[in-house]
T-cell receptor, first 111, second 112 residues
Framework: SQQGEEDPQALSIQEGENATMNCSYK?????LQWYRQNSGRGLVHLIL?????REKHSGRLRVTLDTSKKSSSLLITASRAADTASYFC???????????FGKGTRLSVIA | DTAVSQTPKYLVTQMGNDKSIKCEQN?????MYWYKQDSKKFLKIMFS???????INETVPNRFSPKSPDKAHLNLHINSLELGDSAVYFC???????????FGPGTRLLVL
C-alpha cells in the first residue's frame, strides 16, 4: 500500500537555485526518510527524521516534518547539476512493517 | 567494498524462462528485502526476510520465490517469466525495519 506522495512529480531548476520537494502521508509514523536515486542506480539514504523532530539538517539538505499535517519537505539549497536525480520519501510505521515509498520527485538541475 | 551487491546487473531473457537474481550484503544486517521498480519509477516491496525467515510477502505471483540460505543472502527465483515482469529489481538490507535501508545497484530484467 502506498503511503507517501511526493509533490511535484517533476521539478526543473537552474544551478544555484533552491529546490523544494514535498511529501504527504496518511497514517501515523515512527519516522520519515528521504532517499535519492540517480539514473540507473539504487536508492541512497539522505536523511531520517523522527516523528518527534520538526527539522533536521545535513549539509545543503534541510528536512521538515509536520505530523499534524502529515507532511514533510526536503529543501536542497544552492543546487548543483549533480543533484539531478529522483527523490523519494519513505515512511516507517510501528512494528515490523517495512518502509513505504512514494512515487518520487524527478529533479533536474540545469547548469 | 560494496555493502549490498546484486547479480546480474542486466538480464535479458525470453518469456517462459526461469531465472534467478542473487543478493548479498556485508553489513551484518538481519533484514533484507526485494523491491520491484516499474517503468514509472514506483518502488513496490515484494518480500521481506528477517534472519532468514520470511516476514512479509506482498501480493506477488507464486512464480516469484525468494530464498535466504543465510542472513547475508537473499536470492529471488522467477519461474515462467512474463512480459510484465520486466522491471528493475532492487535488493535492500537494514538493521531493523524502521531504520535506514541500504540498496543494491539493481537488476534490470527485460523479458522479450
Amino acid at each position: 500500500s502506498q503511503q507517501g506522495e511526493e509533490d511535484p512529480q517533476a521539478l526543473s531548476i537552474q544551478e544555484g537555485e533552491n529546490a523544494t520537494m514535498n511529501c504527504s502521508y496518511k497514517t501515523s509514523i515512527n519516522n520519515l526518510q528521504w532517499y535519492r536515486q540517480n539514473s540507473g542506480r539504487g536508492l541512497v539514504h539522505l536523511i531520517l527524521i523522527r516523528s518527534n523532530e520538526r527539522e533536521k539538517h545535513s549539509g545543503r539538505l534541510r528536512v521538515t516534518l509536520d505530523t499534524s499535517k502529515k507532511s514533510s519537505s526536503l529543501l536542497i539549497t544552492a543546487s548543483r547539476a549533480a543533484d539531478t536525480a529522483s527523490y523519494f520519501c519513505a515512511t516507517a510505521s510501528s512494528g515490523n512493517t517495512p518502509l513505504v515509498f512514494g512515487k518520487g520527485t524527478r529533479l533536474s538541475v540545469i547548469a | 567494498d560494496t555493502a549490498v551487491s546484486q547479480t546480474p546487473k542486466y538480464l535479458v531473457t525470453q518469456m517462459g524462462n526461469d531465472k534467478s537474481i542473487k543478493c548479498e550484503q556485508n553489513l551484518g544486517h538481519d533484514t533484507m528485502y526485494w523491491y520491484k521498480q516499474d517503468s514509472k519509477k514506483f518502488l513496490k516491496i515484494m518480500f521481506s526476510y528477517n534472519n532468514k525467515e520470511l516476514i512479509i510477502n506482498e501480493t506477488v505471483p507464486n512464480r516469484f520465490s525468494p530464498k535466504s540460505p543465510d542472513k547475508a543472502h537473499l536470492n529471488l527465483h522467477i519461474n515462467s517469466l512474463e512480459l510484465g515482469d520486466s522491471a528493475v529489481y532492487f535488493c535492500a538490507s537494514t538493521r531493523t525495519s524502521r531504520e535506514t535501508q541500504y540498496f543494491g545497484p539493481g537488476t534490470r530484467l527485460l523479458v522479450l
